[in-house]
């Protein structure tokens, strides 16, 4: 994907759904992703989307890849993949999950790139390792909540806070679910 070139949507011209997979109708382990992301595994799947591991042809960074799910893609839904890639990219704070780059499967649906996580979420915490700290959750909090105002700041929402998209690997990450940071417009 050119950097001056935004990514494709699917055209609204039909009413049927756009599907969201490659050619053969699903992305496997080893798929090469827009010429440069490698797929390595499967990290995960919500109710609109699967996240993939990859690694970066050329630099051999780690990556996670964000595909919209074949019965969730519309054009609508494909949109709003590119406002959450570019909501997320405003954001600075070390408790952000980076987008990397957006581009466009061969079918022409966008994909988004973020930095790959390694460490649990706290759902997974929690079921491990059972009831944290006052101070502990205090600390956590404090730091999700750090990210949560810049993006308020911004004029930008999480629209899918929960334990399960914020991550512990030495500090907590708020990171991207379905479609989850949207801007927002201000009234006057």
């Known amino acids: 994907m050119s950097a001056t070139r935004p990514p494709k949507l699917p055209s609204a ?3 049927a759904p756009a599907r969201f997979s490659d050619a053969r109708g699903e992305i496997a382990i080893g798929d090469l992703i827009d010429g440069k992301y490698r797929i390595d595994a499967l990290l995960g799947q919500g109710g609109m989307a699967k996240v993939f591991g ?5 630099l051999g960074q780690r990556v996670a890849v964000k595909v919209l799910l074949p019965e969730i893609g519309s054009l609508a839904h494909a949109e709003r993949v590119v406002r959450e890639a570019q ?3 405003q954001l600075t704070s070390e408790h952000v999950t980076r ?3 957006i581009g466009d499967l061969d079918t022409g649906e966008p994909f988004l790139v973020m930095e790959r996580l390694e460490g649990a979420d706290f759902g997974q915490i929690l079921q491990s390792s059972g009831p944290m700290t006052v101070q ?4 956590y909090l404090t730091q999700a909540c750090d990210v949560i105002a810049e993006a308020h700041a911004r004029g930008i929402v999480h629209r899918d806070l929960k334990r399960a998209i914020c991550f512990l690997r030495g500090v907590v ?3 991207h679910s379905s479609s989850s940071w949207t801007s927002v417009s201000r009234s006057s």
Do not use: N, P, R
Not at 54 to 58: G, I, L, P, Q, S
């Open 99 to 101: 987008v990397l780059d």
């Open 136 to 139: 502990t959750v205090a600390d």
């Open 87 to 89: 909501a997320a990219a």
């Open 13 to 15: 011209a039909s009413d």
């Open 54 to 58: 990859a690694k970066h042809e050329v």
């Open 173 to 175: 990450m708020v990171h």
